[in-house]
Every structure is written in C-alpha cells, then in structure tokens.
C-alpha cells in the first residue's frame, strides 16, 4: 500500500478527478481553502466536464 503525505494525497485525488467536496471534507478543509491551495491540480478538461452535464441532463429528463 502506498503511503501518501497529506498535500501529496490532495492532490493525487484531485488530478485523478475525485470530487472537490468529498476532497475537503476528507481533508477537514472548507472547499474554499482547498481551491485556494490546490486548484492548480484539478483537471480542466472540457470534454469531461461537457460530458458529466449532458449525462446529467438526459437523467433528468
């Protein structure tokens, strides 16, 4: 098993896509605190995010 420190962790789970608010909570930080800190490791991609909204959206229709 791997040990990982602390601001490691963040931003492994972070860059792998894991949820901000479950990443703050985990890590007893406000999600404020957090994206000030480690926004830089959050994967900006549209193509994801475009594909997370409309499968979002055909779930509610």
Known sequence: MRTWTSAAALSAWLAAGA???????RA??????LLRVYAKFIDDSDD?????????????S
């Open 28 to 33: 007893g930080h406000t999600v404020a605190v």
């Open 19 to 25: 949820d901000p608010q479950t990443v703050a909570k």
């Open 48 to 60: 994801a995010t475009n594909a997370n909204i409309a499968a979002y959206g055909n779930r509610r």
